[in-house]
């Protein structure tokens, strides 16, 4: 760790963290400093840096944003709270550690540089064979940074990761959040008011293992992880901040707060759904039968057709079967479309 990086002082004077992670897109030197209130600031890279209170914690939090360069709103929020931490403004009683994944693609207006990186994740970053780039290099580090996190949290600290994002499409639910698979283990009730609080009704329960950021923290570090769609994608400046304040609000008082109190469960207030299957994209020749601004969660009847690939067609196979995340020119090999039907809170559910 450089004993006094240079940037230190402008940082500690604006807390603007995301300018000096976007100045710096694929390397920042380590650096650290304490607030006036106490907390240690750890500046471990460009867009990773951790708060420390100084008082004893439960919780350990991720909060991770620009996974998606392109995706601004997620950005803005939580430019906003490292803003407010670093000039004293918000005092926190978590340990809390943001990441802003991909400063580069954030300068570029893009998903990604070079390939999706929320597809790298639990280990896909280094396959045999597979060249390596700045986005893989990435999500090295980035799974390194969020283990050493947890690694140092208090004995018996509850984790989460809250990796936020907004979609290309418009959605007929315009927040929701993908749950990981659990590999058998419960879903949590608390988690879901949680999400409510954010003004997040609608969840999506995935069925197998995946390669996103947010199934890392689940599956490795036993976090309550998500992803959290916030809205659609929108240019910086043209987000309507106000349509996030629930969410805000929910995040700071997680962070800021020793315990926070949620209303009683009401299985009513959620529209649950289970991942019916998967469409892989294998062939060049690849496309859907719908308009490039259908939403997501649109249903189909069954019969109607879903997807082409190549010389084979895909139709629904349930009545109502819903599409989520519609994606033509996804790379060969990679997820072109969800599929989702209705489910209800079960003794799964604790």
């Known amino acids: 760790m450089s004993a006094n990086p240079s940037y230190l002082n402008e940082l500690k004077q604006t807390g603007d963290f995301l300018t000096l992670s976007r100045n710096n897109e694929w390397h920042l030197d380590a650096g650290e400093f304490v607030l006036d209130n106490g907390t240690r600031v750890n500046i471990h890279d460009t867009g990773v840096i951790e708060f420390q209170p100084a008082v004893k914690t439960t919780k350990d939090v991720v909060y991770s944003s620009a996974v998606h360069g392109n995706e601004t709103a997620p950005i803005e929020i939580c430019d906003a709270l490292i803003t407010q931490i670093i000039n004293g403004e918000l005092i926190l009683k978590q340990r809390a550690l943001f990441i802003y994944g991909n400063p580069q693609s954030i300068n570029i207006g893009l998903r990604f540089v070079e390939e999706n990186l929320n597809r790298l994740f639990n280990g896909y970053h280094t396959v045999e064979g597979v060249p390596m780039n700045n986005e893989r290099t990435r999500a090295a580090k980035l799974e390194q940074y969020v283990s050493d996190f947890y690694a140092r949290g208090e004995l018996g600290s509850s984790r989460c990761h ?69 809205g659609q994608v929108k240019p910086f400046g043209e987000n309507d901040m106000t349509r996030f304040e629930k969410t805000k609000q929910t995040l700071t008082a997680l962070i800021s707060q020793n315990e926070v109190q949620y209303p009683k469960f009401n299985a009513n207030d959620f529209e649950l759904f289970a991942v019916h299957r998967t469409i892989n994209r294998t062939q060049d020749d690849f496309s859907f039968p719908f308009s490039d601004d259908a939403e997501n969660f649109t249903g189909f009847a069954k019969g109607e057709l879903l997807a082409t690939d190549g010389d084979t067609p895909f139709y629904a196979n349930v009545e109502g079967e819903a599409i989520i995340f519609p994606n033509a020119n996804v790379a060969l090999g990679q997820r072109a479309l969800l599929t989702v039907i209705p489910m209800n809170i079960d003794s799964n559910f604790v």
């Not at 749950?179 to 197998?208: A, D, E, I």
């Open 162 to 230: 809250y990796d936020l994002h907004t979609a290309i499409r418009g959605s007929k639910n315009e927040k929701f959040a993908v749950y990981p698979f659990l590999h058998g283990k419960p879903w949590k009730k608390s988690q879901l008011q949680f999400l409510l609080s954010c003004g997040v009704n609608t969840v999506l329960m995935m069925k197998s293992p995946a390669t996103t950021f947010s199934y890392y923290s689940s599956f490795v570090h036993g976090a309550d992880s998500f992803t959290v769609e916030l």
